[in-house]
């Protein structure tokens, strides 16, 4: 079972790193506009 985990995670590396980036980016924005109400 790990292999084939393993397998999966060689195989789909550029879409994990996409999705990982978009993650952080959904989190980014996530942050700014809950703090933006504090600024104005």
């Known amino acids: 079972m790990a292999k ?3 397998d999966v995670l060689v195989r789909s ?3 994990i790193l996409s999705d990982a ?3 952080v980016a959904l ?3 996530l942050f700014v506009g809950l ?3 504090g600024l104005i």
Do not use: A, N, Q, Y
């Open 13 to 15: 590396r550029d879409t």
């Open 27 to 29: 989190m980014v924005m």
């Open 35 to 37: 703090s933006l109400p």
């Open 21 to 23: 980036l978009g993650v």
């Open 4 to 6: 084939e985990i393993k």
